[in-house]
């Protein structure tokens, strides 16, 4: 059913506790369900979930990539030119447009390696 490419490797995840099972289901590039986590690690049984609700804490992280976008996406255009304000605006939510599977990803995934509580356990 899951087809293992370079992209699911580099995208997909890994779990904390044995870094084997991924942490959601689907390649980053699928637009039906780029969101979509398992709930378990498969090799390993450990919890994706430590407590309901867990994930409301990645909202800051997101936040904090998106400045980081949206930063980079300004000062580069503002080196390459400054344009017009509408191509600041255009490019900025343009840009969180496409960033989008890869920060709410990311967001997950730092937020359950530093606040998860799990330790890397390279015997699981
Ligand atoms: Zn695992």
């Not at 867990?54 to 300004?74: D, K, N, P, Q």
Request: charged share 15%; aromatic share 20%; with cysteine.
């Amino acid at each position: 059913m899951h087809v293992k490419t370079w992209k699911d490797t580099l995208y997909s995840g890994k779990c904390p506790k044995c870094r084997k099972g991924n942490i959601f289901k689907t390649s980053i590039f699928d637009l039906s369900g780029f969101w979509k986590m398992n709930s378990h690690c498969s090799n390993c049984e450990v919890s994706f979930e430590p407590e309901p609700g867990f994930y409301f804490g990645a909202m800051f992280v997101s936040y904090a990539i998106s400045v980081a976008l949206f930063a980079t996406i300004g000062t580069a255009l503002y080196v390459l030119g400054n344009p017009a304000d509408w191509v600041y605006l255009t490019a900025i939510v343009v840009g969180a447009i496409l960033f989008t599977p890869f920060s709410f990803r990311y967001s997950r995934i730092l937020f359950l390696y530093f606040f998860g509580g799990i330790r890397y356990d390279p015997t699981a």
